[in-house]
């Protein structure tokens, strides 16, 4: 929302922004859930002592994920959504995580 103002601001919004803004905070958002499904069951195998499946299973979901978000970001940039507002959101993620974790509670 953050970055749809200011292009707002910047008087460079047009639909193909939103546009972009939307699939590209869908891509990341899909990322990392199917990270964390996979990093799950991964902890789940290795508990059962199938280390090197579980390896293997994060190694191939990575793999797959990435090879998915470039599909959908070529998918994105093909039909017009504004490059910019497409990746940006993808830099995001990580500034993301670590401002929740620094304002997470102790304990939760």
């Keep these: ?12 919004f047009q ?11 869908a891509v990341m958002i899909a990322n990392y859930f199917f990270m ?4 799950s069951l991964a902890a789940d195998r290795a508990e059962r002592g199938e280390v090197e499946q579980a390896k293997k299973m994060v190694q191939t979901s990575s793999v797959f994920r990435l ?6 970001l070529f ?7 504004n490059v910019i507002a497409l ?7 990580r500034p993301i995580l670590m401002l929740a974790e620094f304002f997470r509670k102790k304990g939760d």
């Design 1 to 12: 929302g953050i970055m749809v103002g200011v292009f707002a601001a910047l008087n460079l």
């Design 15 to 25: 639909w193909n922004v939103l546009w972009g803004a939307l699939a590209g905070s």
């Design 36 to 39: 964390a499904v996979t990093v």
């Design 67 to 72: 090879l998915a978000m470039g599909l959908v």
């Design 75 to 81: 998918l994105g940039i093909k039909l017009g959504a």
């Design 87 to 93: 990746v940006l959101p993808l830099a995001f993620a």
